[in-house]
């Protein structure tokens, strides 16, 4: 868990801000997420949505202000108390296994557990080497649910106090985002920090806050 978060709180924004160039994209936010609450983030293509969740994310760094996240504020540090499912699951010409540990020492009882968690276990297991099948061979080959359920398992792996969502059923059929996102409500059952941006509100029932973010400005 967190350590050092003052007042439950898991992540802090203050006056943050942030341009692309001389491009502003992020207008003096000022957000603060308590442990364990679901925050859902809803906006249009462009609004600045995922650029917060990259500060977030520890991918980037504000312009101007403040961001906390888990009582750190250097990037580097704040990667390392988060998990991200992005859009894109980013798998890497490795095996599953590889994939989903990504050098930490997770032994195979726990990924197998993951794997089932996240719905991959009989696929996986129907495989010639299963969980150290390379993906290298077979990336192409598929799904995007399948890929997509390898990044949900790599996030529950980690086991990280805070989970970002930014859009991960966007390139899924319906079907198919109806699936994931099963596997991640399993997932995240647990007392677990989640936000999650998205341009798709029904995706966001049950969750303690809605946001609104137009133009770089969040409305909370």
């Given amino acids: ?51 917060l969740l990259k500060i977030m994310a520890g991918l980037i760094a504000p312009s101007s202000g403040t961001a906390t996240i888990c009582g750190e504020k250097t990037p580097s540090e704040i990667r390392k108390k988060i998990s991200v499912v992005m859009q894109s699951s980013m798998l890497l010409p490795m095996t599953i296994f590889e994939n989903i540990t990504m050098g930490h020492d997770y032994d195979e009882k726990h990924v197998r557990e993951v794997l089932e968690k996240a719905s991959l276990l009989e696929w996986v297991d129907s495989l010639p080497q299963g969980m150290h099948t390379y993906l290298g061979d077979r990336a192409d080959e598929l ?78």
Wanted: negative net charge.
């Fill in 1 to 51: 868990m967190c350590n050092n978060v003052t007042k439950s709180i898991i992540a802090d924004f203050s006056k943050v801000s942030y341009s692309y160039g001389e491009k502003p994209v992020l207008s003096d936010i000022s957000l603060s997420i308590t442990q364990g609450e679901r925050v859902g983030i809803v906006g249009e293509s462009g609004c600045g949505k995922s650029t």
């Fill in 143 to 220: 799904s995007g649910g399948q890929a997509q359920r390898i990044a949900i398992a790599r996030a529950m792996c980690k086991d990280a106090p805070l989970l970002l969502l930014d859009e991960p059923t966007a390139a899924l059929d319906p079907a198919t985002a109806t699936s994931v996102m099963a596997s991640l409500d399993a997932f995240t059952a647990s007392p677990i920090t989640i936000v999650h941006v998205t341009h798709q509100v029904e995706y966001l029932k049950g969750y303690d806050r809605i946001l609104h973010m137009e133009g770089g400005i969040l409305h909370v």
